[in-house]
């Protein structure tokens, strides 16, 4: 028997701190309750008192809930081809496009906000993915498409425009975890590997970022140590795109001896490898980014890259990856111009579309402009690259630029689309998100703006000046 006081009131009318006095005998104030399920019973009786009877009812389809614009599901036509950019590309670009967009609007459009809620992956998308003749991208033979660079860029802006999260899936599959193999694997792993991923039957990811090596990637920490028959990795890897389900995983690591970063292929499931999901993402949530963690992870001498022998032999890959990041945020960019010229002509107020007032009409005539500036940058910098032209700087600054430039075009799209700027369901607010952590990966808008800088000037500003025991004043 448990004596309870007067300020014991609130517990003895059924709080959960009465679960431990299940089964016992209470008095307070001359009430004597019998507590057999006390905790949960008055509890559960507590809560129906103050919910509704239809609090618990599914959501209202948006269509019904909100019938005067269409949502994203029905996803809208392209509009944002004001210049006609479309005639600067071959017909084998053209058919690219057309391809992957009609792709995209029938089977993701649809299924996308309910993934990126619930920040799962639809598996069952792969393999229609890899039927598309895209995955791959510019590598040429082993059973890959062979695009050219700018065709790869307009498979990634397309994807992209409906989904940024299924474009750094192909991204991170294509242009690091392939394209590494392709640039630095031996004719062996090529033949072996890039079949089977070309067609995703197969899925790869890259990891070189750690906890604590972020933007000074180079100074990355986890080790490979020689063994007899092979190697023995041992580190961390953070934020590494489709590395939970990842069939190969692309590994940088310090090789002991040479103090030199080296690249392997890593099998899932290999003793001592665990990746584990990163939860509570604002943006591109459909990704499953992971921790990984090597504990005296096995890799045989068959499975190290023999081309990856130094951090400088991973900048023949950035270079491709950074373009098609590049074209990432153009994708999204036209994705949320196409939903906002087709809202502002539907939703109406104060008796007339959206579209009609001036406002409105100047911030979606600036967010078209960005559009175009942006796409002709990352064609530009697609012919230098095609060329032999391109410098690391002007890779940077077109990544950091347009990246820059699509966030403003979201936040802008944010404000047309006003309540409905904050929802999913009319992309913009998703598509908000999806570019913050496109504006921060692949280099942060700092980092690739001193890249640039470095190039135009002469003088690298990475690493603060030393400092210095006392002051010259």
Known sequence: MTV????????SKGTHDCVELRNQKCIGNEILFEVFDFGIGLVDEAEKKVKSSYIDLPAMDVSVAFPQATPASKFPPCTSDYYHFNELLTPEEQAVRKRVREFMEKEVAPIMTEYWEKAEFPFHIIPKLGALGIVGGSIKGYGCPGLSITANAIATAEISRVDASCGTFNLVHTSLGMLTIALCGSEEQKHKYL???????????????????????????????????????????????????????????????????????VKKDAPGLTVTKIPNKIGLRIVQNGDILLQNVFVPDEERLPGLN??????????????????????????????????????KQFGAPLAAFQINQQKLVKMLGNVQAMFLMGWRLCKLYESGQMTPGQASLGKAWISSKARETASLGRELLGGNGIVGDFLVAKAFCDLEPIYTYEGTYDINTLVTAREVTGIASFKP???????RL
């Open 4 to 11: 309870l006081s007067s300020t014991d009131r609130d517990i």
């Open 195 to 265: 079949p089977s991923l070309a067609q995703m039957k197969t899925v790869t990811c890259w990891a070189l970022t750690e906890p604590d090596n972020g933007s000074d990637a180079s100074a990355l920490q986890t080790t490979a140590t020689k063994v007899e028959g092979g190697w023995v990795l041992t580190g961390q890897k953070r934020w590494i795109g489709n590395s939970t389900f990842s069939d190969l995983l692309i590994i940088l690591a310090r090789n002991t001896t040479t103090n030199q970063v080296n690249g392997f292929i």
């Open 310 to 347: 130094s951090f400088q032999d991973t900048s023949k890959v950035l270079a491709v990856s950074r373009v098609m990041v590049a074209w990432q945020p153009i994708g999204v960019s036209m994705g949320v111009y196409d939903m906002c010229h087709r809202y502002l002509k539907e939703r």
């Open 465 to 471: 000046a030393a400092s210095r025991s006392r002051s």
